[in-house]
């Protein structure tokens, strides 16, 4: 079955940086884009990078210049570098991916900026 894992997360100050991890399995990694999500407390769940099988990738405005996805096909691993941290990325961040109708998620991994 399609098992999502991520990994990464901490405490960093703010203008510090983290990188994500998210080990799937379960199904053939290369042939499927994949997301990357956040949760604050009290918020909507919030897309904060998409790339796709070929590797284009998209970002909102919140994000773009600051977080990077990238994908390793050998190693069915998704990653989010994230850089210039800000105490609005404190969030529980999920790795995301959608066959057909299906949605499936990690158990997140949670993203503290604190000083």
């Known amino acids: 079955q399609v098992r999502l894992v991520e990994s990464g997360g901490g405490l960093v100050q703010p203008g510090g940086s983290l990188r994500l991890s998210c080990a799937a399995s379960?199904?053939?990694?290369?042939?499927?884009?994949m997301n990357w999500y956040r949760q604050a407390p009290g918020k909507e769940r919030e897309l904060v990078a998409s790339?796709?099988?070929?590797?284009?990738?998209n970002y909102p405005d919140s994000v773009k210049g600051r977080f990077t996805v990238s994908r390793d096909n050998a190693g069915n691993t998704l990653f989010l570098q994230m850089n210039s941290l800000k105490f609005e990325d404190t969030a529980v961040y999920y790795c995301?991916?959608?066959?057909?109708?299906?949605?499936?998620w990690g158990q997140g991994t949670q993203v503290t900026v604190s000083s």
């Open positions: 379960g199904f053939t990694f290369s042939r499927y884009a």
């Open positions: 995301h991916l959608q066959i057909v109708i299906m949605n499936y």
């Open positions: 790339i796709t099988t070929g590797g284009s990738t």
